[in-house]
């Protein structure tokens, strides 16, 4: 079971950092992934990581956020700055056992509840 949490409100150029908590399951062996989703939009790729650590983000992402994860907090984190008013969006995290990245929606398991991000122009 994951549990997305950290959003809210933030003024373009600033900061905010998600959090994904798993419980139960051995989450060392977990891959997750973020995704988001805009208003009128389908869920979009944001970034994932591997069991291992190795990451891999989208393009519109890619030097401004930085996925991580603590195996002895069960967490994944996803630190985003230079936040758009384009980043706005409900954002989900995903696992699955595995020993690669995923980047695709169906190639994940288990879901957590969406927290949404508002950027401000």
């Known amino acids: 079971q994951l549990q997305a949490s950290g959003g809210g409100w933030v003024p373009a150029g600033g900061s905010l950092r998600l959090s994904c908590l798993a419980s139960?399951?051995?989450?060392?062996?977990?891959?997750v992934g973020w995704f988001r989703q805009a208003p009128g939009k389908g869920r979009e790729f944001v970034a994932a990581?591997?069991?291992?650590?190795?990451?891999y983000y989208t393009d519109s992402v890619r030097g401004r956020f930085t996925i991580s994860r603590d195996n002895a907090k069960n967490t994944v984190y996803v630190q985003m700055n230079s936040l758009k008013p384009e980043d706005t969006a409900v954002y989900y995290c995903?696992?699955?056992?595995?020993?690669?990245?995923?980047?695709?929606?169906?190639?994940?398991?288990?879901w957590g509840q969406g927290t949404l991000v508002t950027v401000s122009s």
């Open positions: 139960g399951g051995t989450f060392s062996r977990y891959a």
């Open positions: 990581i591997s069991r291992f650590g190795t990451t």
């Open positions: 995903a696992g699955r056992s595995g020993s690669g990245y995923y980047m695709s929606a169906y190639e994940y398991v288990d």
